[in-house]
C-alpha cells in the first residue's frame, strides 16, 4: 500500500471510530461460526445484552428455536431453576425484515447459565467465544484503534480490494451524516429510516432495497457490502444531497424529510444518466461479495 493510502485509511479508520463510538449503545451483530447473534451494549451495566433465540439457534442448530426456548422455560420452571428466565428482559433488536421488534435478550452471565442448561456440542467453544467478546471490548477501550484494525481485516479476509475497503468506509461516514440530520429534523429511527432510505434508492438505483438485493441474489446480507465501487459512489451521493438539501431546507418529520430524500435520489439518478451516457454502459451490475475483487469493476 502506497503512503497515500495509508494516508486514506487512517483518515477514514479516524472516521469510523467516531461513528462507531458514537454508535457504541446500538445494536450489533456478532458471529459466532459464521452464525449471527445480535446483541446490544448496555452502557450502565457495562455488559453486552445477547438475544437469546440466536443463542439457542447456534446451540441446538434447532428449525423452530423459538419452540425449544419455551420448552426449555417450562422445563426450567419444573425444575425449580426459573430464576434464570425470571430475570430476563425484553429489548428491541433488529429482525430479517429491517424492523425491530422486542425479543428476549440475556447477560453475559445469564447466557453462560443457559449454555449451561442446553446440551450441545458447540457449549465448550461458545464459552470462549463469550470471553473473547468480553475481551474484545476491553481491547477496544484501551485501544480504541483496534475496533477500526478489525473492521478492515474482516473486509479484507472477505477478498476485498484496497480501493473497495476505503470507499465503504467513506460511505459509512456518510451514512451517519445522513442519519443525524434525520434525527434532528424529528424522524423516528428504525422503521422511518428504512423508509426514506428506500425512497432514495428506488429513484437513483430504479429499485429499493428489496428490489435492489433480489437483483443481486441476496438474501439477509448486506447490500451495501456487496456494491461495487461505483454503486457505493452513486449511494453516497444521493446520501450527501439528501443531507445537504435537508440542513438548507430544514423539513419537519418524516414527511418534509421524505420529499428531500426524493431530491437527493434525484441527485444521484442525474449522476448515472450522465455516467451511463457517457460509458455506455450500466452503472448497476448483479455482482456481488462471492467474487469480491470484481466488485471494483
Do not use: C
Amino acid at each position: 500500500m502506497t503512503a497515500a493510502e495509508n494516508s486514506v485509511f487512517l483518515i477514514y479508520g479516524f472516521i469510523l471510530l467516531r461513528v462507531m463510538v458514537k454508535m457504541s449503545d446500538k445494536n450489533r451483530v456478532k458471529l459466532f461460526k459464521n452464525k449471527k447473534i445480535r446483541t446490544i451494549w448496555d452502557e450502565n451495566e457495562e455488559d453486552w445484552y445477547f438475544s437469546v433465540i440466536d443463542v439457542i439457534t447456534v446451540l441446538t442448530e434447532s428449525k423452530n428455536p423459538r419452540r425449544y426456548w419455551s420448552d426449555l422455560k417450562i422445563k426450567l420452571k419444573s425444575e425449580g431453576g426459573n430464576q434464570l428466565y425470571e430475570n430476563i428482559v425484553q429489548l428491541k433488536l433488529p429482525s430479517s425484515d429491517g424492523k425491530y421488534y422486542k425479543t428476549d435478550v440475556a447477560t453475559t452471565k445469564q447466557v453462560l447459565r443457559l449454555v449451561q442448561s442446553v446440551p450441545s456440542p458447540n457449549a465448550e467453544p461458545f464459552k470462549i467465544w463469550l470471553a473473547e467478546i468480553g475481551k474484545e471490548h476491553l481491547d477496544e477501550i484501551v485501544d480504541p484503534e483496534l475496533t477500526i484494525d478489525r473492521a478492515v481485516k474482516t473486509y479484507r479476509a472477505k477478498g476485498y480490494s484496497e480501493k473497495w475497503i476505503t470507499q465503504r468506509l467513506k460511505s459509512i461516514e456518510i451514512r451517519k451524516e445522513l442519519t443525524d440530520e434525520w434525527k434532528r429534523s424529528g424522524v423516528e429511527e428504525g422503521i422511518e429510516y428504512a423508509i426514506l432510505t428506500d425512497e432514495i434508492t428506488k429513484i437513483w438505483a430504479e429499485m429499493d432495497t428489496k428490489e435492489y438485493k433480489k437483483f443481486k441474489k441476496l438474501k439477509k446480507e448486506s447490500l451495501r457490502d456487496n456494491m461495487s465501487n461505483l454503486e457505493l459512489v452513486l449511494n453516497m451521493f444521493g446520501e450527501v444531497a439528501t443531507t445537504e438539501i435537508s440542513k438548507i431546507t430544514n423539513p419537519d418529520g418524516f414527511d418534509q424529510s421524505k420529499t428531500v430524500a426524493k431530491r437527493g435520489g434525484r441527485v444521484a439518478k442525474d449522476a448515472r444518466n450522465s455516467f451511463e451516457k457517457e460509458s455506455g454502459k450500466s452503472a448497476i451490475t448483479s455482482r456481488n461479495s462471492k467474487t469480491p475483487k470484481r466488485l471494483d469493476n
